[in-house]
Every structure is written in structure tokens, then in C-alpha cells.
């Protein structure tokens, strides 16, 4: 399916109108009519139906629109990937809890000691710069630990840090102090939202001891995470690297107990060979060894393969 007939259906839904559509799109409006038509018998449906106002989106066309846009974004960004294979190109994901203690070092240190290579990073959730992965999109990526990693792509552990349960001053959480699983039992909770691996393993290991729970907010922005924790409207769970630098003033928190979080670096074996990625995975190992160095990141280590019974594969 040509992309621009999904383009050409998303602005005649937006305007509500295929004279209009036509207009902004510098096409006549039968032929914008012929895009539409073409559209509709590929899909095998009806996508517009005509009202007083000018058309809109039938239930089907509905789906389809939702489905279209992302779609087009990650096309986008793929044609533009494509396009930069050149070896001075490094696109690389990192969770959005990795800025201060390792995103920002690296990026300074790439730009400086490489100016000819042109960075691209991605920061968000996990399963997010997973299916950024996949979908070719990054050379490398920062992302738990995967038991199966997906065919053609290398992984490489990293570090292994505690997860952390953090609440305001009058929840009494000690830095020094691990505190057990149980002290979740009946308390709100601050969570990321589903699809989530720390959710998932909270919620899953909550039910299995048969304690009682409920999830107050769910939230992929880890300082909105903080800040409601901090105001007191429930506890939250996090890496530990999310505590470095984020101003965690008027809070307290303590490691769970027995609970980790390994991550790893997967890199895409089709950019091996390029010299910025040689660089980039290069300095991916400097940093992190620099940053477990300084001593400021709660419980970290460095990782080898996580044993089979370790649970520890989290993600924000």
C-alpha cells in the first residue's frame, strides 16, 4: 500500500472535508476523491461517509486512522534512518531514567571526541525503544536483560541495580534499610502504564502472595512518577538510577528486597560493521563504567547473564 494514499485519507479526516483536503493538499478534488475510492477498494470497505458537513469516518475508517498514524511516524523515521546508513550516523535508545547518570555524559563525550559522527538518541520506556529496535530503527539500545534476545541482534550485559520503592517523608523509607515486598501490601501505587515490565513484575509477584493492592496512577513519565510519590498520593517503584540527580528532596526511599533490574546493550549485528557504531558501543562501556566509578548510583554493579531465578527484568 502506497503510504500516501494513508496520508491523503488522515487529512480528509482531519478537515472533515475532500473539497478542503484537496485544497491544502494542491490536488483537484476529483482525484483526491479517485485516492480515496482506490484506498477503500484495497481495504475492502468503506471508510468516509458523507454528512451535512462534509464527510466522516465510518467505524472501519476509524481503525484504520488509528492504526495509520504511528504507522507513518515509524515509516518516517525509517526512511530517514535509511537514508543516514552512512558510517557517520549512530542512532542509539536509552531509557528515559539513564539521562542524567548516562545519556548526557555520552552524548558530550561522542560529539566531542567524534564531531563527523551525527548522533540520534531515542529516550523513552522500555518496550517502546524495543519496538523501535526491531523495527530497525537503532543501532543500539539500552534495554533490560532478555533471556531470548531477538534474532540479529547482539546483547551485551551492562549493570545490575536494585529497584527502589520510593513515598513521601512520612512513609519512613530508609536508604539503608532493604525493605520487603510486603510493605506493598494494601498501598497505592505509582506505576508505569501497561505494557510495562515493572508492573507487570510488581503486580504479578503482589498476586502470587495474595496481597492486596491498588494501582492509584499509571504514568510513563518518570518525574511525574516522583512527584506524586513525593506529594504522598501513593509509593512508586523505580530503578535505582532514577534517584541520581533528580532532586529527590521532601521524599524517602529504600531498595526492595531482592528485587534487580539487569540491562543490556543490543546492537542491530546489521550496523555492526560501521565505524560510528564501533565508536558508539565503544563509549556505551566507557560511560557505564565511569558512572559506576563515581559511586553515586545506589546499589549498582557490573553485570554478567543473569542466572535463570533472578528476577530482575524490570523497565522504565
Avoid at 530508609?174 to 498501598?187: F, N, Y
Avoid at 565511569?290 to 535463570?308: F, L
Wanted: glycine share 8%; charged share 20%; proline share 6%.
Amino acid at each position: 500500500m502506497h503510504t500516501r494514499l494513508l496520508e491523503y485519507m488522515l487529512r480528509v479526516a482531519e478537515l472533515g472535508s475532500i473539497n478542503k483536503a484537496a485544497l491544502d493538499l494542491n490536488l483537484s478534488q476529483p482525484t483526491l476523491s479517485r485516492h480515496i475510492a482506490t484506498l477503500e477498494k484495497m481495504m475492502g470497505t468503506t471508510l468516509f461517509v458523507r454528512t451535512q458537513g462534509g464527510v466522516s469516518l465510518t467505524e472501519a475508517g476509524k481503525l484504520l486512522a488509528d492504526r495509520a498514524r504511528p504507522l507513518l511516524r515509524q515509516f518516517s523515521m525509517l526512511k530517514d534512518q535509511v537514508g543516514e546508513m552512512a558510517s557517520g550516523q549512530l542512532s542509539i535508545g536509552v531509557p528515559a531514567s539513564w539521562q542524567k547518570i548516562f545519556t548526557s555524559p555520552f552524548a558530550g563525550r561522542l560529539v566531542t571526541q567524534h564531531p563527523e559522527i551525527k548522533l540520534r538518541v531515542h529516550e523513552g520506556v522500555s518496550n517502546m525503544l524495543r519496538d523501535h529496535l526491531l523495527a530497525g530503527l537503532l543501532d543500539l539500545c539500552i534495554i533490560p536483560f532478555d533471556p531470548a534476545p531477538p534474532t540479529g541482534y547482539a546483547q551485551t550485559p551492562l549493570v545490575r541495580e536494585p529497584l527502589i520503592v520510593l513515598g513521601s517523608q512520612a512513609d519512613h523509607l530508609k536508604p539503608h534499610e532493604a525493605t520487603p515486598i510486603s510493605r506493598l501490601d494494601g498501598a497505592k501505587l505509582i506505576l508505569p502504564g501497561r505494557p510495562n515490565a515493572i508492573t507487570s513484575q510488581i503486580e504479578h509477584m503482589l498476586k502470587r502472595k495474595g496481597m492486596d493492592f491498588s494501582i492509584a496512577v499509571e504514568t510513563d513519565t518518570l518525574g511525574l512518577c516522583l512527584d506524586l510519590a513525593r506529594e504522598g498520593l501513593g509509593l512508586t517503584i523505580v530503578p535505582a538510577c532514577a534517584l541520581y540527580e533528580h532532586g529527590l528532596s521532601n521524599v524517602s526511599w529504600s531498595p526492595l528486597r531482592g528485587l534487580y533490574l539487569t540491562w543490556s546493550l543490543f546492537e542491530s549485528l546489521a550496523r555492526s560493521h560501521s565505524q560510528a557504531v564501533h565508536e558508539g558501543r565503544r563509549l556505551v562501556h566507557a560511560t557505564v563504567a565511569e558512572a559506576i566509578a563515581r559511586g553515586s548510583w545506589h546499589g549498582v554493579e557490573a553485570a554478567s547473564r543473569p542466572a535463570p531465578s533472578e528476577p530482575a527484568q524490570s523497565a522504565e
